[in-house]
């Protein structure tokens, strides 16, 4: 079920990204002037926005422990009230807003060999995951670059750069390069009933990424007030993001840090807002084995 590849060196690679950035910059200066960067940035927004259901299959690629491990799925989303069904090449999970106390159905089609109602947060999900369920489709990316929006302040042209048209997976796309050259850690000074989770939805930045980098802490939820951890001060310092044409959505995003690819998520047979039965995500559907 994982994949692992291998990269580029850090230094080298961001040698690399630096040029592309330059070249990048430089065809959008002497390009057309009916598009750019916050055009296409404020365009997918609006389209996040109007996300009603989703059909999609998922690649995702993340460095865990240092490595690069990676998975594969499809998955079938219903934004409000929020239904889920995911299935990873074995096991299969469904989840809906406001039932089964908050708790997943998973399948996990292996030991223990029945049907396991687990926490989306709990160590059993969130072992091995940067994310957890409720972070699946677009809103969660969506969010994260409005914080990079907000941060830019009045220099939007200086983290965002319009690189042209690429095709991808047979699509056209907008290409769109954040870059985030301040990119460090500092200090945080955790506050009363405050864990990771809830730190990095305030700071807009990965929960994993300060775990990762605070190794006495052990898990999400393993700190308590007054501790000082080390934080990003964004969430990457460098994304690659290849912006369907037609749905304005993110079908394909690298994401770096300073050790280079922390994370990649790449979207195919992108359906968007496609009629999907409420029995879809009853574990009685025809195509589920629950």
């Not at 993340?62 to 079938?76: A, L, N, P, V």
């Not at 299969?92 to 039932?99: A, K, N, S, V």
């Not at 489709?137 to 939007?156: C, P, R, T, W």
Request: aromatic residues 14%.
């Amino acid at each position: 079920m994982f994949i692992r590849n291998k990269f580029l060196n850090t230094g080298t690679f961001f040698l690399l990204l630096a040029f592309l950035l330059v070249s990048a910059d430089n065809r959008y200066k002497s390009g057309s002037d009916d598009i750019n960067a916050k055009m296409i940035v404020d365009h997918l927004f609006k389209s996040v926005e109007n996300i009603k259901t989703l059909k999609y299959n998922l690649k995702l690629s993340e460095r865990i422990e240092g490595k690069i491990d990676g998975t594969q799925s499809y998955i079938k989303l219903q934004v409000s009230p929020r239904k889920l069904y995911l299935y990873m090449l074995g096991p299969e999970l469904i989840w809906i807003e406001g039932q089964n106390n908050g708790n997943a159905l998973v399948n996990p089609k292996a030991f223990p060999y029945f049907n396991l109602n687990l926490n989306p947060y709990g160590s059993i999900m969130r072992k091995n995951q940067h994310h957890t369920i409720h972070e699946i489709g677009f809103e969660y990316m969506a969010n994260l670059m409005k914080g990079i929006v907000k941060k830019s302040g009045d220099q939007f042209e200086k983290y965002f750069v319009y690189a042209g048209e690429e095709k991808w997976n047979n699509r056209t796309c907008y290409k769109i390069i954040i870059s985030f050259p301040e990119f460090a850690y500092n200090y945080y000074t955790v506050l009363k009933g405050e864990d990771l989770v809830s730190i990095a939805r305030k700071l807009k930045v990965s929960e994993y990424m300060i775990l990762e980098n605070n190794p006495k802490v052990k898990d999400y939820y393993g700190v308590k007030e007054g501790d000082q951890i080390k934080v990003p001060n964004a969430y990457a310092k460098l994304t690659i993001m290849l912006i369907d044409k037609q749905f304005m959505l993110p079908v394909s995003n690298k994401i770096f840090d300073d050790k280079g690819l922390f994370e990649s998520y790449e979207y195919y047979n992108l359906q968007v807002n496609p009629k999907i039965a409420d029995e879809e995500f009853t574990k009685s559907y025809k195509d589920y084995s629950f």
